[in-house]
């Protein structure tokens, strides 16, 4: 699965999302948007971490995955 990864001065990651369009092309979608001194990454999001559920952890397990800036 594709997710978007917002990261912020130093690569510190600040946020995530992923898209879950319903095939409803009315309704639109968004996602994650930078916003000034925040850098957005597309990455795949390895398998191992799809089940982690806290924040914290997730973004700590994440951050190897994220290219640097």
């Given at each position: 699965?594709?997710?978007?990864?917002?990261?912020?001065?130093?690569?510190?990651?600040?946020?995530?999302?992923?898209?879950?369009?319903?095939?409803?092309?009315?309704?639109?979608?968004?996602?994650?948007?930078?916003?000034?001194?925040?850098s957005v990454h597309v990455?795949?999001?390895?398998?191992?971490?799809?089940?982690?559920?806290?924040?914290?952890?997730?973004?700590?397990?994440?951050?190897?995955?994220?290219?640097?800036?």
């Amino acid at each position: 699965m594709k997710i978007t990864v917002v990261t912020g001065p130093g690569g510190k990651i600040v946020g995530t999302g992923h898209d879950v369009r319903s095939g409803n092309l009315a309704m639109g979608h968004g996602g994650p948007v930078a916003g000034p001194g925040q850098s957005v990454h597309v990455i795949e999001l390895p398998s191992e971490l799809e089940s982690i559920k806290d924040a914290e952890e997730f973004h700590r397990k994440l951050e190897p995955y994220v290219p640097s800036r």
